[in-house]
């Protein structure tokens, strides 16, 4: 279950070394489970990580009566939405908390019930996390879309229509919300410039398998033909790439030599290409990645983090610590998220040498050139970390904090850690599992 103390003294210094696995993608396993609203009958999700993400998803699909149990096997999910139904603002807002899940309930909401409501939708410290384009969205559809004290209600008095929508970003979160409303609307829809992410590719695998026509085709268009009814699914969920590279960066930035079951090569080619680039090795085996440093100096690089099959921003956090011991200098031009750099402050007070510019530097200019946004980070190495109290900003951040924890001369302390299970299936048991000496407190 949840993390019980929300402190971890680390003592650093020792290379992390041994197996552990990963689950499904908390990417795609969060949107497979609102898919599974969209059925007539029961679906069953397999692979489901053990993450407070699925946790908050799963008390919103009850508060709108979907009935969720343990499924065929250890880690699968049964969710039943036959008795579906309107849930009160107040339940949604409880589930929600930070989360912006409830925005893709949207769709299917609509489809099932012709209403949905959704809580104000925070930001979180990456951006500020608009929701324009899914609004948007919605509304070429025929939803009406009305702003309420407390949040969004919508409703569909005429049903949803198919229609032809062009992202102005290849957004994974709009992308998303097209796919969810489309498969049922009527007619055809023309999305235009879509985000084609692995994870939203698995969310296509599971649309249609329910029954869905979606055809993908080159340059970013993707066509779905709606359809009167759609089928629960079986599905196994594509594995968290996310994850897996998180623990690759800490192996080579520990000296380390992790075996990460479940991962796979496809997903990751860039990310690959990268840790190659830096100084890692990987050897691919038909159950996982074995990720290691096989000794002499990391090499600089710049990073420029982009939407698929660019480099992904998620990747970007956990991987700067092994660029602090890269001799030479590094260039981490952050182009999806505006403000991404947050967790940098700690590493700086742990002795990292990181410099954030508003410029673009390394690569292309991005939406955040002319914006005045803190977007690139100039890391210089090799310098030496050492233990400090640092407090957890975000996920992929706080998992950073962890790796520099770990690599740092004495002990720090890392606070606010509890964040980090929100993505990390049992991060705990894995840090023990690869020989992690700290303490949990609390
Ligand atoms: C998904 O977020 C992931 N989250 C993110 O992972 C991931 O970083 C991101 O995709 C990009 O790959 C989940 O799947 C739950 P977007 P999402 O819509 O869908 C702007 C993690 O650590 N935008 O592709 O929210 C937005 O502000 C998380 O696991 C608008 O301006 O990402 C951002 O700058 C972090 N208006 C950019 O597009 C909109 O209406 C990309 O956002 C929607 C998005």
Known sequence: MGLVGDKITIRGGRPLIGRIEVKGAKNLVTKAMVAALLGETPSILRDVPNISDVRIVRGLLEAHGVKVTEGDEPGSLLLDPV??????????????????????????????????????????????????????????????VEK??????????????????????????????????????????????????????DLINIL?????????DTDRVIRIEGVDSLQGYQ??????????????????????????????????????????????AFDIHDDGIRFYHPGGDLKPVIIETDVHPGFMTDWQQPLVIALTHAHGV???????????????????????????????????????????????????????LVGADIEVPDLRGGFSHLIAALTAEGTSTVSNVG??????????????????????EG
């Open 330 to 384: 590094s260039i981490v031009h952050e182009t999806v998220y505006e403000q991404r750099f947050g967790f940098v402050d700690a590493l700086v007070e742990m002795g990292a040498t990181i410099q954030i510019h508003r410029e673009c530097l390394g690569g292309h200019p991005c939406r955040f050139g002319q914006r005045n946004f803190n977007h690139s980070a100039v890391i210089a190495g090799p310098t030496k």
């Open 83 to 144: 008795d579906v139904e309107s849930a009160h603002y107040a339940d949604i807002d409880a589930h929600a908390g930070s989360s912006r899940i409830p925005i893709l309930f949207c769709g299917p909401l609509l489809h099932r019930l012709g209403e949905a409501f959704i809580p104000d939708l925070g930001g979180c410290r990456i951006g500020d996390r608009p929701i324009d384009y899914h609004l948007e969205v919605l509304r070429k559809f025929g939803a009406v």
């Open 208 to 216: 249609q398998k329910m029954g869905a026509i979606i055809t993908v």
């Open 235 to 280: 599905h196994r969920a594509l594995f968290d790439r996310n994850e897996a590279a998180s623990w690759a960066a800490a192996a080579l930035a520990t000296d380390g030599d992790i075996f990460v079951g479940g991962a796979k090569q496809a997903e990751m080619l860039t990310f690959l290409n990268v840790f190659r680039k830096v100084g890692g």
């Open 148 to 201: 309420q004290p407390n949040g969004i209600r919508m409703s569909a008095p005429n049903g949803l229509k198919g229609t032809k929508v062009e992202l102005p970003y290849p957004s994974v979160g709009a992308t998303e919300q097209v796919l969810l409303t489309a498969v049922r609307a009527e007619g055809i829809t023309e999305l235009k410039n879509a985000a084609i992410e692995p994870e939203i590719m």
């Open 419 to 440: 964040i980090i299970s929100r993505g990390y299936e049992n991060f705990i048991t894995k840090l023990r599992l690869l020989g992690a000496d700290f303490d949990l």
